[in-house]
């Protein structure tokens, strides 16, 4: 199959955030990213699409060192994470908010405790303000300050999804990742969340990632689309010019 990717180059003005170069991730025979480049530069907004099990949660994932390739490069801020060591690693890891496929709160603990958790673990000696004005202000910005001593399992899906994008946000980060964020979710409630993507990304100026399949989401978020496709970045544009798109597995997408 032919390799239809165009290179869109960078705004000249805003330096790169995240360059990803000819990444490679096989887990045994299954050769999950081949060649995959990207770049993305401040304030970007970019949402990645492409078929179920085709790679996109490794991607970011390999983003954040969750995950760690086999080959090519991948420079956050300038930094090629692969020569991090843990101690940095981590403190980029708190310029990036991950919202997580499934959300991934501590049912254990309350939404308070949830929302702590980050602020205890990486602001240690450096948070201005108290943990509760910091938990109340994130809350706040989700709509859900009235959720703050529920447990988990007392949560609606798109609460919990809510709970997910505040917990992501709390330490103020410069990239946020959003993994599914509308998956499962009624049409409705989907709109409110892609509200709420869409004010986080004006009110703190974030350059995102967002994986997604909901074809609104990506209209009304994405300056650019990047389809996923055979381990590589098999076509992107924006969403005017892939709607228009030849390509029968792209046009897939817009179709539903
Ligand atoms: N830890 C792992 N070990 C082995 N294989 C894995 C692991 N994690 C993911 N994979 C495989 O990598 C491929 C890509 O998985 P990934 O989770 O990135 O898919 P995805 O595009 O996010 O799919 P979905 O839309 O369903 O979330 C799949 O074939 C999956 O089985
Ligand atoms: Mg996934």
């Known amino acids: 199959m032919e390799n239809v990717a ?29 060649d995959f480049n990207l770049t993305i530069s401040s304030g970007e907004n970019v949402v990645v699409m492409g078929k179920s099990g085709i790679g996109k949660t490794i991607l970011i994932k390999c983003i954040i060192g969750l995950i760690k390739p086999d080959g090519g490069t991948l420079r956050v801020f300038g930094q090629d994470i692969s020569k991090l060591n843990h101690h940095d690693l981590d403190e980029l890891r708190t310029r990036i908010g991950f919202v997580f496929q499934s959300s991934a709160l501590y ?7 949830n929302l702590e958790f980050p602020l205890r673990r990486h ?10 004005e910091l938990v109340r202000e994130a809350l706040r910005n989700v709509g859900l300050e009235n959720a ?29 990742l959003y993994d599914e964020p ?11 969340i892609t509200h709420l993507i869409l004010e986080i990304q004006e009110k703190y100026k974030t350059t995102s990632i967002i ?24 076509q992107q544009g924006t969403y005017e010019e892939l709607s228009k798109t030849t390509d029968p597995d792209v046009k897939r997408f817009f179709k539903q």
């Open 107 to 113: 049912d254990s603990m309350t939404v308070r405790e």
């Open 182 to 192: 509308t998956t499962g979710l009624d049409p409705i409630t989907s709109a409110e």
């Open 211 to 234: 994986i997604t399949h909901d074809m609104e989401l990506a209209k009304q978020t994405a300056n650019r689309i990047v389809f996923l496709m055979d381990g590589i970045a098999w």
């Open 6 to 34: 165009t290179n869109i180059a960078p705004s000249a003005t805003m330096p790169p955030v995240i360059e990803i170069e000819h990444l490679q991730k096989a887990f045994g025979s299954n050769v999950v990213l081949r």
């Open 123 to 132: 602001r240690r000696n450096k948070i201005t303000g108290s943990l509760d």
């Open 148 to 176: 703050i001593d529920l447990m988990p399992s007392e949560l609606s899906g798109g609460m919990r999804k809510r709970i997910g994008i505040a917990r992501s946000l709390i330490l103020k980060p410069e990239i946020v």
